[in-house]
Nanobody, 126 residues
């Protein structure tokens, strides 16, 4: 019944900014820890960022720290990923994911998340 739908991807140049959105259906969105992952062709799925249920705690991969910001609006059932100073190495399919069953310390592991969106393509040209 619960669905995650990403949007906001596209083709940009290095140094540009982009904001991804993930709309989540259902009335229990505020109970979900949310995360963003990305996967480039031929590479494993990589943790990008995560945010707690209330939005009071965030976590980032070292590769995006200082450039990306994860946020959420529980009233709109939406989580965001603001991406600034984009680099060609940021090129990937970006996935929104949710932990619906409980909170977890293992936020960087894809297996922790039980709901996933279909992904949105982000391409950064040099």
């Amino acid at each position: 019944q619960v669905q995650l739908v990403e949007s906001g991807g596209g083709l940009v140049q290095a140094g540009d900014s982009l904001r991804l959105s993930c709309a989540v259906s259902g009335r229990t969105f505020s109970a979900y820890t949310m995360g963003w992952f990305r996967q480039a062709p031929g590479k494993e799925r990589e943790f990008v960022a995560a945010i707690s249920r209330s939005g009071g705690s965030t976590h980032y991969a070292d590769s995006v720290k200082g450039r990306f910001t994860i946020s959420r609006d529980n009233a709109k059932n939406t989580v965001y990923l603001q991406m600034n100073s984009l680099k060609p190495e940021d090129t990937a399919v970006y996935y929104c994911a949710a932990i619906t069953y409980n909170n977890s310390w293992l936020l960087s592991m894809p297996g922790t998340y039980d709901l996933w969106g279909q992904g949105t393509q982000v391409t950064v040209s040099s």
